[in-house]
C-alpha cells in the first residue's frame, strides 16, 4: 500500500516538474479563483442586475436568481477541474487557457454597479509619509462598495 502512495507522489512530482510553471500556476490560480465564486457570489449579482435591466416584468428577478446560481455552480465545476488538472495541458501541448469560454467568461464577472479595486492596506499604499492610502476596505464582503479617498 505505501508503494501504491510513493508511486503517485513520484508522478506527480514528475508531472509537476515536466509540465513547467507559466501555464500550470495561471491555470491553478484561476481554478482557486472559480472555486471561490460561491463565496464572492459576482456572477450571481451581475446576473441579477442584468437581468433587472435588461428583462421587464415580475419575473426579472427570479429569472437572474436562477440564471446566477447556474453560473455560480457552472464556475465552481470549472474551478474544481482546472485546479485538478493543472499540471497537465487542456489539450495541445502548452494549452493552458481557460476552459467553458461560451458560457463563463474567463475572469469573473461582477455587477456593472460594483468593480473592485484593490483592498486598502500597507502594502499596496501608495502614500507611505502619511500612513493611509486608497482602496477597498472589505472587498471579501460581498456587496461591499465602500471606498476610502475614491477618486471620481
Known sequence: ????????????????????????????????????EPVRL?????????TAVYDAGNSSYATGVVRGLSKTFARFGVGFYEIVTSPFPNHKDGDYGPIATNYLTPKPAYPDSYKPALIDDSVFATDTSIGFSGGDIAPYIPGSRFRVFDAP
Request: aromatic share 4%; with cysteine; glycine share 14%.
Open 42 to 50: 459576482a456572477d450571481m449579482r451581475r446576473s441579477v442586475e442584468q
Open 1 to 36: 500500500m505505501q508503494n501504491k502512495f510513493s508511486l503517485v507522489g513520484a508522478a506527480l512530482l514528475v508531472a509537476g516538474l515536466v509540465s513547467g510553471c507559466a501555464g500550470p500556476e495561471q491555470k491553478l490560480g484561476r481554478g482557486l479563483n472559480n472555486l471561490y
